[in-house]
């Protein structure tokens, strides 16, 4: 899971199927807090979701500037090209 599609869906999936979120509204300029209606609680859930998907540490600080889903899931691909093995 690398490119912004494949970690985009996996995001959509979980806020589908675990926050309830309406498919329709996830989308990459979704707002996390008021379109998506997430609250502290609820985000701090996903980057436990994130972390067991991934395989990867998040630190909250990664989390502190997020407002948008596609905010989310840029943080996601370059916590995964950080932690890829350099050639």
């Known amino acids: 899971m690398k490119s912004y599609d494949e970690i985009f869906e996996a995001i959509r999936n979980i806020l589908v199927a675990e926050f309830e979120c309406e498919a329709d509204a996830v989308t990459p300029q979704a ?6 209606d997430l609250d502290s609680i609820d985000a701090v ?13 998040v630190k909250a600080e990664d989390f502190r500037q997020i ?6 899931v840029k943080v996601i691909q370059r916590l995964i ?3 890829a093995p350099q050639a």
Not at 31 to 36: H, I, S
Not at 45 to 57: A, E, F, P, S, Y
């Open 45 to 57: 859930d996903l980057i436990v979701r994130l972390q067991n998907l991934t395989g990867l540490k």
């Open 31 to 36: 707002a996390l807090f008021t379109d998506l």
């Open 81 to 83: 090209a950080e932690q």
């Open 67 to 72: 407002r948008t889903l596609d905010d989310v």
